[in-house]
C-alpha cells in the first residue's frame, strides 16, 4: 500500500542527545513536510522540502535539522538546540513542490512522540 | 506565524444528533482542507476546497468554502461513536504553505 511511515512510534531523547526522526514516502510525492503538534495548538510547519536536495526553514525551524538526499525520505534531526522538544511530530507529504501553482492536499504520516528522559 | 481560528474548541454531542463547526482567518485563502485525527494517529484528509462558495459532501460530512474566503464550515449529519476525534481546518493562499488551525474535539455520548 501507498503512503507515509514514520519511525519510531515513541522516541525518547536524553539531554543533550540528537535524536533523528525517520519519514519514508513512496507515493511518488515531490514535496514533503514536518510539522510539530502540540496539545490545543495548531500544527507548527518546521521544515518544509519541494525537491531532492533542497529545503527551507518553516515558523519554528530553530534548533531542528533536515536533509532531502531521496525523493522518498526526509529525515528530522532534533538537537540538543531544541530546548523544549517533547511534542508529537508529524511528517507529510503532497504530489506537487510548486508552492505557486498547486493546491494539493498534505498526506500525513501516523506520527512521532518524543519526551524528554 | 499566521494560525486559523475554530469554534467550538470542543463538542459533546448525542449519537444521531447533527454537527456544526467553522473555521476563520484574518486573510484570504484560495484553499481549504478538513482533516480528521484520531489519538495517536496523523490526520487524515475528509475534505478539500478550491473555489469560494464551494459546497462538497463526503458520506455524512458537508464542507463550505465561505463566499468571503475568510471562512469554512464542516458539518456532519447523524453522527455515530466512530466520528470522535480532532477536526482541523487547514488554508492556504498562492505561493504560501498550508496554516492550520487548533482543531476541535468533538466527542459523542451514546
Known amino acids: 500500500d501507498g503512503g507515509i511511515t514514520q519511525s519510531p512510534k515513541y522516541l525518547f531523547r536524553k539531554e543533550g542527545q540528537n535524536v533523528t526522526l525517520s519519514c519514508e514516502q513512496n507515493l511518488n510525492h515531490d514535496a514533503m513536510y514536518w510539522y510539530r503538534q502540540d496539545p490545543g495548538q495548531g500544527l507548527r510547519l518546521i521544515y518544509y522540502s519541494q525537491i531532492v536536495n533542497d529545503f527551507q526553514k518553516g515558523d519554528i525551524a530553530e534548533g531542528y535539522s533536515v536533509s532531502r538526499e531521496k525523493k522518498e525520505s526526509f529525515p528530522l534531526t532534533v538537537t540538543s538546540a531544541q530546548k523544549n522538544p517533547t511534542a508529537f511530530y508529524l511528517c507529510?507529504?503532497?504530489?506537487?513542490?510548486?508552492?505557486?501553482?498547486?493546491?494539493?492536499?498534505?498526506?500525513f504520516g501516523d506520527g512521532t512522540r518524543l519526551s524528554i528522559l | 506565524g499566521q494560525q486559523l481560528n475554530q469554534s467550538p474548541q470542543s463538542m459533546f454531542i448525542q449519537e444521531g444528533e447533527d454537527v456544526s463547526m467553522n473555521c476563520t482567518s484574518s486573510s484570504i485563502f484560495n484553499t481549504w482542507l478538513w482533516y480528521k485525527q484520531d489519538p495517536g494517529e496523523g490526520p487524515v484528509l475528509l475534505i478539500a476546497l478550491y473555489k469560494a462558495g464551494e459546497l462538497t459532501s463526503n458520506g455524512r460530512l458537508t464542507a463550505q468554502f465561505g463566499i468571503t474566503r475568510k471562512d469554512s464550515f464542516l458539518n456532519i449529519s447523524a453522527s455515530i461513536p466512530s466520528d470522535v476525534g480532532i477536526y482541523f481546518c487547514a488554508g492556504r493562499n498562492y505561493g504560501q504553505n498550508f496554516v492550520f488551525g487548533p482543531g476541535t474535539r468533538l466527542s459523542v455520548l451514546p
Open positions: 507529510a507529504s503532497s504530489p506537487f513542490g510548486g508552492q505557486i501553482n498547486s493546491n494539493q492536499p498534505q498526506h
